[in-house]
């Protein structure tokens, strides 16, 4: 397979070969994101009107939460003009607004292991299945009552990677950083943000250890490279709860935590959904 479609499969799957890097400095860290931004990788947010029953974007519905439709951006998103449909019982209006273009930060890494970066065929056929299982989770669309705030950061962990960093590996670029890396110590709790159901636990090629959160209206997370899961698949967890521990299983090279967050089947900035959550 060559390398661009290898670029493919790993952008989906939402970790970039899951390698630990440094943690930033506080003078590299990143600005405080706003409440709500509508640029790739970001989440717009509507207050609707009282009419108004749901919101799509994109062929898909959005969260509604406290009378707000809170909408996923993807992070390949052309700046613009972009659409999105207003069901109400008087029929459906289209509501438009701006993506702003957004530059995000490089990196550029060399990895000594290729298995890293041009994995066998074999594991290839593995690597497949395993991003439509992925992709499955992310599209999830599921009417339950939200218990959004506070949103809480799972690890209390400095950050190692932002979202949306766009890699160089080994001289070739891939696609940006689809979570936030946490670095924290081996075996550190991991803790439920909100109250979810597990939709999904397992040991994957690039991820490792790895297990999905379903919060509701399409809002979906994800916690990879753990040593270990504490929960299995159809459990309810409370807001708080440790689902398992920080490791470096899979493809990474220290303990941390990928943390992905996905909005209408888009991942967006970890940071600013907690923003926008947790603003009331």
């Known amino acids: ?23 930033i400095s506080q003078s ?16 717009y947010m509507l207050p609707l009107p009282a009419a108004v029953d749901s919101a799509s974007y994109q062929g898909r519905r959005v969260l509604v939460y406290r009378r707000r439709a809170l909408v996923g951006i993807p992070i390949d998103a052309a700046p613009g003009k972009h659409a999105l449909s207003l069901k109400a019982s008087t029929g459906t209006q289209i509501h438009r607004f ?46 339950r009552t939200l218990d959004l705030t506070p949103f809480n950061q799972p690890v209390a962990g400095r950050i190692s990677s932002v979202f949306g960093q766009r890699r160089v590996l080994n001289g ?10 946490l670095a924290a110590d081996a075996g550190t709790p991991v ?16 991820n490792g250890k790895t297990l999905f959160l379903n919060h509701g209206q399409g809002l ?10 504490a929960v299995r698949e159809g459990d309810a967890v409370a ?42």
């Open 1 to 23: 397979m060559n390398l661009l479609k290898l670029c493919a499969f790993t952008a989906a799957v939402g970790v970039l070969f899951g390698v630990a890097f440094p943690a």
């Open 172 to 181: 070739q670029p891939r696609n940006p950083h689809s979570g936030l890396d």
């Open 98 to 143: 701006t993506v702003a273009p957004k530059q995000y930060p490089e990196e550029h890494l060399t990895i000594a292991n290729e298995r890293m970066v041009h994995p066998t065929e074999a594991s290839l056929v593995r690597i497949r299945s395993e991003t439509e299982r992925q992709l499955a989770q992310y599209r999830r669309f599921t009417m």
């Open 28 to 43: 590299d860290a990143p600005a405080p994101a706003p409440a709500a931004s509508a640029v790739p990788g970001g989440v």
């Open 239 to 280: 807001r708080g709860q440790v689902v398992g521990q920080v490791g470096m299983t899979g493809r990474t090279t220290g303990p941390h935590l990928h943390w992905s967050v996905s909005l209408n089947g888009n991942r967006v900035d970890p940071i600013q959904i907690m923003a926008v959550l947790n603003a009331g």
């Open 191 to 206: 803790q439920a943000p909100a109250p979810a159901t597990v939709t999904m636990t397992g040991e994957l090629y690039f």
């Open 220 to 229: 979906v997370t994800m916690y990879c490279h753990l040593s270990s899961i």
